[in-house]
């Protein structure tokens, strides 16, 4: 019997989070695979190529290894190319595919939460404009008419978009994903097609699924002045908030989108959100700074006394946590944690990472707020987009090589917590020692 336990709601969703190109493998016929190709765009040149092999047929024995750790849900995405290769042909053997695959998560007890827009978009879509042009919107509703009436027996949980967030910054505003554009102009244009996909991708599945719930995953940053006292560290981080956390979940609450510097009615998206998907991975702090204007006259950076993964990408400040579920909780709906984790391939971080990411979590669930599930990213390490396989989120390891799996110990603390429904002391004395008196003090 534990000392003591950090309880979660009887129910609630314990998963993780993948999505479609990153573990697939042998996807060609998308705008990362031609992206992938092209030199210096991914770090060492590598590619995505059989990832985890999910196409291969992997899946079922990684689903196995979630269900066997005692998971009940999990989160995947659908590969639009692969369902609609071209504009005018369908390939309904590829969607029978995502068919088995939620089957067997529901044969097994796992609640599966299906993503239809995780980063990745068909060539033939790129080839007249992708998300620039104001046709995509009905077409993204047309590939999702075609995917929902094969999966809704099985799937009720919907994310329609991806952090478009990041999908926006990365794509147009110098970042490094395809088209790799820099043009705010084409990025705000980009917003508001996406927030129009995903109205329409929202009745259209409201119209072939009444019961489902559909929401979008926001990749949520927690913002903070650097100096509190400074006004001028403030306007930045007012501003970024608004672009980047704000706006676009805002726009689906009643249809008005403020980029500050310019606002869109999109009437047809008010009331387009039955729960918010948060994915938390980090804080920065805001500098005031003359010579960014691209960042809004701000510059950001990780607070000094943060740990860093292995490469340095994610800053560890599980209080950021609570703040996105603070966040979240003011549009009054379910919240789903559908994505955090780190990238630490010797997993020496990410057992402390976890563990005090869900004690916070579990915070926000004892102020009664709507938090229903937690999706760790990732169930085995995949393709990390521009970063290629230098960083690993995988509870599991993978040799890219010989497709072997590698279970690290952080396997066996998720599986405590899921098993648990809780984290008691005892799993932290096990897996992270160090913070043991941190969250069980005196105990
Ligand atoms: C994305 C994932 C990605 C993860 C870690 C999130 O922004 O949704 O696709 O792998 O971050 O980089």
């Known amino acids: 019997m534990p000392e003591a336990t950090y309880h979660f709601p009887k129910g609630f969703l314990w998963g993780t989070a993948t999505a479609a190109h990153q573990m697939e493998g042998q996807n060609i016929n998308n705008n990362w695979a031609e992206w992938e190709n092209q030199p210096g765009r991914i770090v060492e040149g590598q590619k995505a190529g059989l990832a985890a092999d999910w196409w291969g047929g992997r899946w079922q024995e990684d689903l196995q290894r979630a269900y066997d750790s005692g998971q009940n849900a999990h989160r995947l995405s659908i590969e639009w190319s692969r369902i609609q290769p071209e504009a005018d042909r369908w390939d309904d053997k590829a969607l029978q595919v995502y068919v088995e695959m939620v089957r067997w998560l529901v044969n097994h007890k796992m609640t599966p939460l299906v993503t239809l827009h995780h980063f990745t978009d068909p060539l033939w879509l790129v080839e007249t404009g992708g998300w620039e042009n104001g046709a995509t919107p009905a077409l993204f509703e047309k590939f999702v008419r075609h995917v929902i009436p094969a999966l809704k027996d099985y799937v009720n949980l919907w994310v329609t978009i991806n952090e478009p967030n990041v999908y926006i910054m990365s794509g147009w505003v110098g970042g490094p994903f395809p088209p790799g554009k820099n043009n705010l102009g084409l990025a705000a244009k980009v917003v508001v097609n996406m927030i129009k996909g995903h109205a329409f991708a929202y009745k259209a599945i409201h119209e072939l699924q009444p019961e489902a719930q559909v929401g979008i995953a926001i990749n949520y940053r927690s913002l903070k002045a650097a100096r509190s006292w400074f006004l001028l560290d403030h306007i930045p981080t007012k501003i970024q908030n608004q672009l980047y956390n704000n706006s676009f979940t805002d726009t689906l609450v009643d249809g008005k989108l403020n980029l500050v510097f310019k606002k869109v009615n999109i009437p047809e998206a008010a009331h387009t959100q039955d729960f918010i998907g948060v994915n938390y991975y980090s804080r920065d702090l805001v500098k005031f700074n003359l010579f960014n204007p691209g960042e809004m006259f701000g510059s950001r950076f990780y607070p000094k006394d943060a740990p860093l993964s292995a490469t340095g990408f994610i800053a560890d400040v599980p209080e950021g946590m609570f703040d996105a579920l603070k966040w979240a909780h003011r549009y009054n709906i379910p919240i789903i944690v559908t994505e955090n984790g780190v990238e630490d391939n010797k997993d020496i971080l990410r057992p402390r990472y976890t563990i005090e990411h869900l004690h916070q979590i579990w915070r926000a669930v004892n102020f009664n707020w709507r938090i229903k599930g937690y999706f760790h990213w990732s169930l085995v390490d995949n393709f990390e ?11 599991w390891g993978l ?22 429904n809780g984290i008691s002391s005892e799993i932290v004395e096990r897996f992270a020692p160090e913070i043991r008196e941190k969250l069980f003090p005196g105990i």
Do not use: H, M, N
């Open 385 to 395: 987009w521009e970063r290629g396989w230098t960083q690993r989120f995988g509870l």
């Open 399 to 420: 040799d890219v090589e010989t497709q072997k799996r590698i279970r690290r110990p952080s396997v066996d603390l998720y599986e405590a917590i899921c098993k648990e």
